[in-house]
Each structure stands twice: as C-alpha cells, then as structure tokens.
C-alpha cells in the first residue's frame, strides 16, 4: 500500500514514514510457505478441467487446461504444486514440454514444473501461455471421499465429494495452491448417468449418452484454487428462492429445505450490509455424515454437515456462516493462510451482525461470548504460549490442517470487534459498518494481506482526528504475534448469557433444586453455554444421571447439544447414564472434526486403548483430513 500523504493525530502530524512504522510493527510474511509454485514470476488466471469420475478405480483422469500470464520477463518455467497425481504429457502452446516431478513432502507434496520451450519464452512480462496436462488423481487423493453406496442414506448408488481446504486441492489438479492465487475455472465432468454432478460454479448444460452424464460447469469469479468444489451423488433438489436451492440424497431433502429455508434472507441481509452478491446462485448440498466441517464455503454451493438438522432450524447459524463468506473469504480473502483470521475473524464478525439483525440485537454479544469459551477451550488445551495460539502464526514448513482451531475465528473476531469499538466510540455508531462496506468493495476479487487491511482502516479514516488518534495507539504488534487470550479481555454483556450462567453456577454448587423446566424456551446456544460451563471436576455419577432424567440430553437430535453432554459423560466416566451406544452410534455416523477430535481427546484421557480401537473400528467412514488429525490426537500417526 502506496502511502502518500500526512495522518493528523491529535494535535500532531505523523508523517508517511512514521506511520508505515507503526503498521510495519509485527512480523511480515515475504511469501505463502505453503505452496511450491513460483506465482511471484507467473500466475494462473483461468484453470479448464476435463474429467471423467470413475468410482470403479476411485479416481478423476482426464486434463486440466491452464491460462498463465507471466508477471515478469523472461520466465522459463511454471511450477506448480501436486501431491500424488499421476501425470501424463503436458503442452504449452501445443508444443509439446517437458515435465518433472520432484521430491515428495507428506504435507506440501511436490512440486510439478513444466519448463516452457525456448521458442515460447519472452523477455516481456504480461506473456500468456496455455499449457494442458493430462493426470488422473491417485486412490488415496486428500481431496476426495469416495463414499460406496452402503455409506449413503439411499444405500443403492456410491457418493463423492471433495474438500480442498487448505492446501489439498493439489491431489486433486496440478495449480497454485496458495489463497493468493486466483484464478476462474470451467469445467466438464463426465459421471455415470444415474448421478448427478455438481461443482462450485454454475451449471451450463448437461447430456446424456451411453450411460453417461456430461454437466458443463463455469465460475466467472477468481476464485482461489481451495473453493473448487465437486459433488457426485443420487442427489436431488428443492429450490428455496430464485437463487437459493437445497440438495440432498432423497432421505433427508424436506428436512434440509426446512432446516436451512432462511438461507435467502441471510444472502439478503448479507447485501444490505456489505454489497451486491456476485455469485449469482446460492444452493447448499448436505453431505454425508463424513463431511469433516460443519460447512464450506465453496460458491455457489455450500456443503453442509447432515449434523446440522434438528428439524426446528436451530443450527442454521453455520448456514449463515457460509454465507457471510460469500463477502468475507471468497470476495476478499488473505494471501496466505498465516492471515486466516482476516477470512474466519470477519466472517464471525459478519455472521454475527445478519444473525442479530434477522432475530434479536443481543444475539451478537450472546454468541461471541459462547465463541469466547471455545477459544479459551482452544488455548488452554494447546498451551497460552504455544505459537498456534497467535493471531497471525508462522506457518513455514507446517501444515496448515495442524494449526487449525478456534483462533483465527474468535480471537479474529475479537480484534475486529475492538477496531470497532475504537473507531465507533471516536465517530459515532454504525461507522464501523460503513467501514467494513467500503473495505469489502474497495478489495473484492483480490487477496490481500494484513497490512493492507489495516493500512485502509488507517486511510479511512486519515480526515478524523479522533479516530486516527484511537487507532494509533494500537499495539499491532501484540494483537497479531503474541500467543494466548486476546491482548484486549473483551466483554460481551447480554441477558440472555446471564441466564445460563446462573444454570451452570446452580449445578456446579449441588443442582438441589433444578427443574425439568429449566431450559424451557432456550436455544440451542443457550443450552450449549450452559453445558460449556459446567465444571466436570464437580460433577458426580449422580448428578448427571439427574441432568440427564431432567433434561433428556441423551436422547437429543441436536448434535450440538448431544456432542457436549456425551464429552461430560466420558470425562467423569459416567455409569449410571447408559450412554454407550449412543456414542458408538455418534461417532459411527458423524465424521464432523468439531466433534470427533474432541471426544477421542476425552476417551483417550479415560482410556486410551478403548479410543483407538473405537477410532480403527470407524475411521474408514470419516474424510482423509478427520482420519489424518484424530490419528494425531490419538498418537497413531
């Protein structure tokens, strides 16, 4: 960010210099370590796929047709990233390339070079090349889940889906593996003709022939190479508005189009607060039970959690999730996953603001407080100086999968909310929000970075002396670097947290008069904090036997709830609450990481023995990236 003018702070001027010192203060990340390609010399604008899904061979074979244009002169080389692709010939420009594959890492794959004939190669920047490769995807693709029909609710016919996020479109596709990179794609997608094929983009045209069903695909917005998307599935739909839609296996498809029917009011709120959305379409498929999220982004078609219905819509606040990342994420998202919070803080921060506008003011405060204890619940299990734990950690030479947690979520969130309060205290109410509009607008279809998010704020408001004044005092440093809780203890007052608080407190003195009506007109969240601040250590066999006759927790169909009181049963290993088949049945259907890591922790810390036979005995029906990170957690890999 070019910074070309003088900031008046208070009584001062701080020149241009100064202040690029005090943006300038944390620790600046020179490139994506994250990824092999060389996107500094050469990026990807446009990826053309040619597949054929063979369930048979559990692959994808077919091409992939690359646009690349040269961002300096004399580039000789496009290096890509890949992990375990089998690769064919490569062209550029026709004539024929040569191709290397180096050596393999188990978190970043390999790197894939097409050298580029001498012929082809220009002193000029700006140079375009076409370059096709032909490949098909390995049987063990991090990608994709191949599901065979017995693991599906119809029972008859196989199921595939993908989940690229972070770095595991790379076994899927030869690309620029790096949130930076951006790029539109097309695509044409050969299944058997008794499924159907859907993907992260908008479907053109579909034909049937000899068995086969051939869909053409097109996402005209760069997107980065993480949202490609693929479903392959006996799937069908129910259309919720002129652009919302619901896919599903029959079985549960009036429940999904019930469960998520807000969908279009959260894309409509979403527009009033942030601007146009540019995706056209916004359908949401629900997944198989191994689904490893909760849900994902992928445009214009959001995978969801079958863990989400209820039946009473009381989880549909990861619907609205997905959907504030239509802005936050997808439209404006970071160069490299060290900014992630920049993707998951906002998009909490989003959330949060179209929730509490469709259904009651206190549902922000409400809901940052419960997201306030999952990140304590993060940090004290990692450690309050475990570098994971920072805002902004150093991921070079790790997985991002590992660092996965909370933290970029909600101690993102909670950075974004103290700008606000800085900037609305000094400027008045709702200028945040005029803010976070302009912000979104001014850096849609771009990645950027940390400073460049920070460096607009400052711009912003360069005419507002009071606010430059608040902002300046900021210690960026700290916010960004520093491991732990946020620098800022935030408070997110609200009644209905008060409420829930007095239930927990009442339990953890003895529950001598807790009543079956305890909970009545709760929800969902209400029910999770209170659970979320029971203190295990005072619970007896007896006194969870009594929640459980009061309450019925056992028998719930909210996974929320159900998840967080088989947890306690574990921790305190519970005998008077027969709860052990409804955990096999759990885990036995639910491949949700959210859900899985955390009850193997607890019945590693129980019994370890018993936690990695109940994980061999069902990890062959959750995703590659559940299988990897419960298998870590377990110490089986």
């Known amino acids: 960010l070019k910074l070309q003018f003088l900031y008046l702070i208070g009584a001062g001027f701080v020149t241009t210099q100064s202040r690029h010192k005090m943006m300038c203060s944390w620790r600046e990340t020179a490139r994506d370590h994250s990824t092999y390609s060389n996107y500094d010399k050469v990026v990807v604008k446009h990826y053309d796929f040619d597949w054929k899904v063979d369930f048979e061979s559990t692959t994808i074979a077919g091409a992939v047709t690359l646009t690349v244009e040269t961002v300096v002169g004399g580039v000789d080389k496009v290096v890509l990233d890949s992990r375990d692709l089998h690769v064919g010939t490569a062209t550029v420009d026709g004539t024929t390339a040569s191709v290397d594959v180096g050596s393999s890492s188990e978190a970043f794959g390999s790197a894939l070079t097409i050298s580029i004939p001498a012929a082809l190669q220009s002193a000029e920047a700006k140079k375009t090349y076409t370059i096709r490769i032909e490949y098909r995807t390995d049987p063990k693709c991090t990608a994709l889940a191949w599901l065979p029909k017995e693991q599906t609710d119809g029972g008859e016919h196989p199921y595939l889906f993908s989940q690229c996020q972070a770095i595991h479109a790379r076994s899927l596709f030869p690309c620029m593996d790096s949130p930076g990179v951006r790029a539109t794609y097309s695509a044409t997608v050969a299944v058997p003709n008794t499924l159907q094929a859907l993907m992260s983009g908008l479907l053109q045209d579909t034909k049937e022939e000899g068995g086969i069903k051939v869909s053409k695909f097109n996402q005209p917005v760069p997107i980065s190479c993480y949202l490609v998307a693929i479903v392959v599935g006996n799937v069908v739909k129910q259309d919720i508005s002129e652009r919302v839609a619901v896919w599903s296996e029959a079985k549960n498809l009036k429940l999904a189009a019930h469960d998520f029917g807000d969908t279009e009011k959260f894309v409509a709120c979403g527009e009033d607060l942030v601007g146009p959305y540019v995706w056209t379409r916004y359908d949401v498929v629900c997944l198989p039970g191994s689904f490893p999220y909760g849900g994902m982004e992928n445009p214009c078609l959001t995978f969801v959690t079958p863990s989400l219905l209820t039946g009473d819509k009381a989880l549909a606040d990861v619907i609205c999730h997905e959907v504030a990342h239509s802005w936050t994420g997808n439209l404006v998202g970071p160069e490299t996953w060290e900014d992630f919070y920049l993707n998951e803080g906002f998009t909490m921060f989003l959330q949060r603001k179209i929730m509490s506008r469709i259904h009651q003011p206190e549902y922000f405060n409400f809901d940052a407080h419960l997201g306030l204890a999952h990140l304590k619940d993060d940090v004290d299990r990692y450690g309050h100086d475990h570098p994971y734990t920072a805002l902004r950690p150093d991921l070079e030479g790790i997985d991002p999968d590992d660092a996965f947690s909370s933290v970029p979520y909600e101690k993102g969130f909670c950075f974004i909310v103290y700008l606000e309060g800085l900037v609305n205290a000094a400027a008045g109410e709702h200028s945040f929000d005029k803010w976070l509009h302009s912000y979104i607008q001014t850096y849609k279809y771009r990645a950027?970075?940390?400073?460049?998010?920070?460096?607009?704020?400052?711009?912003?408001?360069?005419?507002?002396?009071?606010?430059?004044?608040?902002l300046a005092k900021v210690d960026y440093k700290s916010w960004l670097d520093t491991p732990g809780m946020p620098l800022v203890p935030p408070k997110f007052p609200?009644?209905?947290?008060?409420?829930?608080?007095?239930?927990?407190?009442?339990?953890?003195?003895?529950?001598?008069?807790?009543?079956?009506?305890?909970?009545?007109?709760?929800?969902?969240?209400?029910?999770?904090?209170?659970?979320?601040?029971?203190?295990?250590?005072?619970?007896?066999?007896?006194?969870?036997?009594k929640m459980n006759t009061l309450y019925g927790f056992c028998a719930s169909k909210n996974s929320e709830v159900l998840f967080l009181f088989l947890k306690l049963c574990i921790s305190r290993s519970?005998?008077?609450?027969?709860?052990?088949?409804?955990?096999?049945?759990?885990?036995?259907?639910?491949?949700?990481?959210?859900?899985?890591?955390?009850?193997?922790?607890?019945?590693?810390?129980?019994?370890?023995?018993?936690?990695?036979?109940?994980?061999?005995?069902?990890?062959?029906?959750?995703?590659?990236?559940?299988?990897?990170?419960?298998?870590?957690?377990?110490?089986?890999?």
Request: proline letters at 1%; one cysteine or more; glycine letters at 6%.
């Open 448 to 470: 950027i970075t940390t400073k460049d998010m920070l460096g607009y704020l400052h711009d912003y408001y360069k005419d507002n002396a009071a606010v430059s004044a608040e």
């Open 574 to 637: 519970v005998t008077s609450v027969d709860y052990h088949a409804v955990l096999d049945d759990f885990l036995s259907r639910i491949g949700r990481m959210k859900f899985t890591r955390p009850l193997y922790r607890a019945l590693k810390a129980a019994d370890e023995a018993k936690a990695q036979a109940t994980f061999k005995k069902y990890e062959h029906r959750y995703h590659s990236i559940c299988q990897k990170m419960v298998g870590k957690d377990l110490g089986l890999c």
């Open 494 to 545: 609200s009644p209905l947290t008060d409420a829930c608080l007095a239930l927990a407190a009442k339990w953890n003195a003895g529950a001598s008069d807790a009543s079956g009506s305890d909970l009545e007109g709760w929800s969902t969240a209400q029910v999770c904090l209170f659970l979320n601040n029971i203190d295990d250590e005072k619970m007896t066999d007896a006194m969870v036997a």
